[in-house]
């Protein structure tokens, strides 16, 4: 479970998180919905510890990221919006690297890395060092080093982004198991699609602060609107940075 | 996870990394080649021209040669007279010839008439390659000056003596072998360029370089303390360094295999243990290059910045050495606490064959540690800051 509770940050004069409060409950998919620029990345970067707030708190299952931020992020995987590659490093050799650094080791880390690379369908790359790698193996590169500890908590930061539809429905079907073993998940996303297509609550947030929170009909029905797109447009107040 | 066995494991993918960087590779498997190849180089071209110097002497070109002929003897006992260049001022501007002495038509006219004689010396004092002509010239002419002096003393019955209230007794102990030791000084110099340079391919990929790669965001959100991280990134390239100095001085090790010591007339001091001394000493001063890079690639904005701020980084320390080719007083005791001139200062020492003076070595390390760990500390604060990832 996640919590962020009355969590604000500012850079300099812009006020990124004005006070922003919500729960990611275990065994659902919760998508943090809104526009470009609305708070959703520095709310993630919160969340799994690299961004510390300037007020309010962040905790992962309980555990306080300001007091405690490695043991929260032992109970997380992070997807970031960044999925940077070490390039001389092998798809199989990043797994084992955060693996590691997630205290796994031995014949443990390396089955479990094999059952990662089978499960994301990547054999043919797994050995390669990542240099020209395209943005589909790269992202399951990413997802597999995120998940290597089998974490209770998952944070995504627009998953799909610059995906094709085989890599994106390979994302959400990955996605929709992990809710099955009753994990706790967080994505962002600006996409509508995906967002109806995922999620079982939505937290819709818009100049760092949460303005819609429910599942997708509940904000239907607050709204008034039929489709979740003009739900989102009614909640956010403006069809600025929609996609 | 335990604090050292999150160093360790960063440690071992920055090397593994490290060393599948080709650029890294080459820079610290080919950089130790430069210095000690650069030395042997100018001991051969140093041995040649001073032994051309002691065969026949320094050639002072003279112009009228005619018109003094027993000053022109007398210099031919302490120099090599040649004819001078048609245009002497100018040749001398160009460096063509180090010193020209003019010796002008009334020169017996005057000499004659016991009036001063008039010679020209025509030198270049800002050329650092001219002045021992130009002093072996000066110090000839005032010879024979005195030679004459005394002379027309002796023909009004007075003893030469008596102008002669000093009896300096010049003693030059230069010798080849001195200027030859002149260039085994720029050895301090390329030891700490070859602990920047091995290790700053390593220190600016784990930092801007992460961030361009915008690998980082995954790093730090890793459960892992901040301070074994930036440590392991810090040891990564002080690790790099660390071969690149210890190649650096293999290579030093070979000059005197490569140049006789009979060529360059004494006996360069680069044995294994003095090697071993030098490697060991400069250790502390590893960390800090190190970590001062780390500090400064990780604050850099881009890949391209961080290579141009640790190049001008990597002067700082290194000029000072340079100097020590030319210096000639003893160094007051507190130099040595400074790091890098320090140990530069020590090395310059051993390199002579000079024993280890054991305060000077203690107060260099002891300083330098001391910085290490003020600059490691910094680093440490910058990462937990999350400054390398965000504010860049």
């Not at chain 1, 300099?12 to 959703?40: R, Y």
């Not at chain 2, 000066?138 to 030469?160: D, K, Y």
Request: aromatic fraction near 6%; proline fraction near 6%.
């Amino acid at each position: 479970m996640i919590r962020l509770d009355a969590v604000s940050k500012s850079f300099g004069d812009v006020h990124a998180l004005e006070g922003i409060s919500f729960e990611v409950p275990d065994g659902q998919v919760t998508g943090l919905l809104g526009p470009n620029g609305a708070g959703k990345t520095t709310a993630l970067r919160i969340v799994y510890g690299v961004l510390r707030p300037d007020s309010g708190v962040a905790s992962v299952d309980g555990i306080d990221l300001s007091a405690d931020r490695i043991g929260a992020q032992r109970r997380l995987g992070v997807f970031p919006h960044a999925q940077g590659l070490y390039t001389r490093l092998t798809a199989r050799e990043h797994i084992l690297y955060f693996g590691q650094m997630h205290g796994l080791s031995g014949e443990a880390l390396k089955a479990r890395a094999a059952e990662l690379i089978s499960a994301l369908g990547m054999e043919d790359i797994a050995d390669r060092r990542t240099e020209g790698f395209s943005q589909g193996q790269r992202v399951k590169v990413a997802l597999a080093r995120s998940l290597v500890h089998d974490p209770r908590n998952v944070v995504l930061d627009e998953p799909t982004n610059g995906l094709d539809v085989a890599a994106t429905r390979q994302v959400r079907t990955l996605l929709r198991q992990l809710r099955e073993q009753g994990r706790c998940i967080l994505f962002s996303s600006h996409v509508m699609q995906e967002v109806s297509a995922l999620c079982d609550r939505v937290v819709v947030i818009a100049r760092g602060a949460v303005v819609a929170e429910g599942t997708p009909d509940d904000l239907r029905r607050q709204t008034g609107k039929e489709s979740l797109e003009d739900a989102f447009v009614a909640a956010i107040g403006s069809e600025e940075g929609l996609a | 996870m335990n604090w050292l066995s999150s160093f360790w494991v960063v440690l071992a993918k920055e090397l593994r990394e490290g060393v599948r960087d080709r650029k890294a590779l080459i820079t610290a498997l080919f950089f130790p080649v430069l210095g000690p190849v650069l030395v042997i180089v100018m001991l051969f071209l140093v041995s040649d021209s001073s032994r051309q110097a002691d065969e026949k002497g320094v050639a002072i070109p003279v112009a009228g040669r005619e018109n003094a002929p027993n000053l022109v003897a007398l210099l031919e006992q302490g120099a090599r007279v040649v004819d001078a260049p048609a245009d002497p001022v100018e040749a001398v501007r160009r460096g063509d010839v180090p010193v020209v002495i003019v010796i002008p038509p009334d020169f017996g006219e005057k000499l004659r008439a016991g009036q001063p004689a008039p010679v020209r010396l025509i030198l270049d004092e800002s050329r650092h390659q001219a002045r021992p002509a130009a002093a072996t010239a000066e110090r000839l002419l005032a010879a024979w000056s005195q030679q004459v002096a005394a002379q027309r003393l002796v023909v009004r019955g007075i003893h030469p003596a008596v102008i002669e209230p000093l009896a300096v007794e010049r003693e030059d102990v230069s010798t080849p072998a001195s200027r030859a030791a002149m260039l085994l000084a720029t050895i301090p110099f390329f030891l700490v360029m070859a602990m920047f340079t091995g290790g700053m391919p390593i220190a600016i990929d784990v930092t801007a370089g992460e961030r361009e790669r915008q690998s980082l965001e995954p790093l730090f959100a890793a459960p892992v303390p901040r301070s074994s991280l930036v440590l392991a990134k810090i040891g990564a390239s002080g690790f790099f360094g660390m071969a690149t100095l210890a190649e650096t001085l293999i290579g030093f090790g070979i000059v005197p295999l490569a140049v006789p010591s009979t060529r360059i007339g004494f006996s360069v001091q680069l044995d294994p243990e003095m090697l071993v001394t030098t490697f060991l000493l400069c250790l502390p001063i590893v960390l800090v290059a190190a970590a001062l890079m780390v500090i400064f690639a990780a604050r850099a904005r881009t890949f391209r910045a961080a290579q141009t701020s640790l190049s001008l980084l990597m002067l700082v320390p290194s000029l000072p050495g340079m100097a020590l080719a030319f210096q000639s007083a003893r160094p007051p005791a507190w130099l040595y606490a400074v790091p890098f001139l320090g140990q530069q200062m020590i090395v310059n020492e051993l390199v002579r064959g000079t024993p280890l003076v054991q305060s000077q070595a203690l107060l260099a390390t002891g300083s330098s540690l001391v910085l290490a760990l003020v600059v490691c500390a910094f680093a440490i604060r910058t990462f937990e800051r999350g400054q390398p990832l965000f504010d860049a």
